[in-house]
Every structure is written in structure tokens, then in C-alpha cells.
């Protein structure tokens, strides 16, 4: 019985960081507020309060697209990229 407890902690604090790290901004702003009544203050909300993970445009795992490269240069010239296989 102890190992079944163990193991739903376990896997509601798991639930519990990856709605916090995925979920999108305005559903962890819903989950603060229904929990806090509607405060917005208190550990929860400083928990979930957060930037979302992957998808959000922050670039800081650096899986986003890079910039396109300009089609000319200063002078007018047409760039061509080249892929160096090495």
C-alpha cells in the first residue's frame, strides 16, 4: 500500500512540472488564479507564473529556426550559401 502512495506522489509531481513547463501561458494563468482565489499570489502561483517551455519564442534552447539570410548584400549583390560538407 505504501508503494502505491509512493508512486502516485511520484507521478503527480512529474503531472505537476511538466504542466508547468508546457503548458501554455494563459492555462497556467487559469490554474493559479482557480487555486489561489484569485489572488495570483502564493507558491503555486509563483510556480506556474512562468514563461512556457519550448514553442513560446524565447530561443533558449536553441531548437527555434535561425533567421533567414538576406537575399542581397550591402551593395546589391545576390549571396549564395553554401553548405560545406566536410
Known sequence: ???YLVVA??????????AAKYLPKTWRRRV???FSDGSGKGLLA???DKE???G?????CGSCAPA???QKDEKGR??????VKR
Do not use: F
Open 9 to 18: 506522489v511520484i507521478v503527480l509531481l512529474a503531472a505537476g512540472y511538466a
Open 32 to 34: 493559479v488564479y482557480t
Open 78 to 83: 545576390k549571396v549564395i550559401q553554401l553548405h
Open 52 to 54: 512556457s517551455g519550448c
Open 1 to 3: 500500500m505504501l508503494q
Open 68 to 70: 533567414p539570410m538576406a
Open 46 to 48: 509563483r510556480w506556474l
Open 56 to 60: 513560446s519564442g524565447c530561443d533558449t
